[in-house]
């Protein structure tokens, strides 16, 4: 049988799990169950106003993608204000709380589940959070900073299992106790209002566009985790009208280590090496002149040229 195939997208995912839920299923699995089962309701009920999908549910714990950042992030603090209201009838030692990763990143689609980077990114961060807390990626925090009705705290950089840089990871500071919203309009297909620059790359369906475009999504997720303003610099000589340009720009004026991360390098070649792309592999010699992987690239590149 011809095996399922594979859709590899960008996407805001959310990963929540509930704190403690060993420890309360210990004390009363009877009462825990029920629990678990009214706050998923409200939970699930978000999600699907927030316009999210539901991929994963594995006893306590649930992911969610989401094609806005915007939208993600609001639906989890108001999960989180809803948990709070909901656990004020319960007993301190029968309330259910949960923590909530957000991240932004490439996933693979298959058989009705997700996959990769992105996804281990956001449950790892969920990890990190506080007790009915919310913890996000500095991607998402770029985007939210001035949209949004909290702040973020910087908690520093993380290294993250079987993720080959460390990630710079902030806190969420917002009301926990006030009002949810439950209210989201639907996603205009052609407005960009609502979107952050990297969905915008995604809503538009002219085709002669799409390998540009991924191009340019490839060539940003390799620098924007980056301290070295010299990265941003680079996106800027390649891309001066790019989507991320007015970013990338905020990040030279703001300095940085200037100490580049080997890590990058390696993530954004082994993108490069699954796409087998011209353009991606010209990317990677542009921005890695001296780099590790030049000599592969440029075959791989020459042969790429020679089959088209």
């Known amino acids: ?170 806190r969420v500071i917002f009301d926990r106790q006030g009002e949810p919203s439950f209210n989201w309009e639907p996603l205009p297909p052609e407005t960009p209002e609502g979107f952050s620059s990297v969905e915008q790359a995604f809503s538009q369906d002219n085709d002669s566009n799409d390998e540009a475009r991924s191009v340019e999504i490839a060539f940003w997720a390799s620098v924007q985790e980056s301290d070295d303003p010299a990265e941003y610099l680079l996106y800027l000589q390649r891309f001066p009208n790019g989507q991320f340009a007015e970013l990338a720009s905020a990040r030279v004026e703001q300095g940085g280590s200037g100490e580049p991360d080997p890590g990058i390098e390696v993530s954004f070649w082994e993108t490069v090496r699954d796409s087998g792309n011209a353009e991606m592999i010209k990317a990677y010699l542009t921005k890695y002149p001296r780099g590790q992987f030049i000599d592969l690239a440029k075959i791989m590149l020459a042969e790429t040229q020679r089959n088209s």
């Not at 997208?9 to 799990?17: E, G, N, R, S």
């Not at 030692?93 to 490439?106: C, E, L, S, T, V």
């Not at 990769?116 to 790892?124: K, L, Q």
Request: aromatic share 6%; hydrophobic share 45%.
């Open 1 to 170: 049988m011809e095996a399922p195939p594979l859709e590899r997208k960008l996407a805001a995912i959310l990963a929540a799990d509930v704190e403690g839920y060993s420890r309360l299923m210990n004390a009363d699995e009877e009462q825990t169950l029920a629990t678990l089962t009214s706050h998923r309701a409200v939970v699930d009920g978000l999600i699907e106003k927030a316009h999210g999908q539901i991929f994963g549910t594995a006893g306590d714990s649930v992911l969610a993608e989401f094609p806005s950042i915007l939208h993600a992030f609001n639906c989890a603090v108001a999960i989180q204000q809803a948990m709070w209201r909901a656990n004020q009838d319960l007993a301190d030692d029968r309330k259910m709380n949960f923590r909530i990763g957000i991240n932004i990143g490439d996933v693979l689609v298959k058989d009705g589940d997700i996959f990769g980077d992105g996804v281990n990114i956001a449950a790892r961060l969920e990890s990190l959070a506080d007790v009915g807390g919310i913890c996000v990626t500095r991607g998402v925090r770029d985007h939210l900073r001035d949209r949004v009705d909290a702040t973020f705290d910087d908690m520093g950089e993380h290294r993250i299992k079987n993720i080959a840089r460390p990630l710079r990871i902030f």
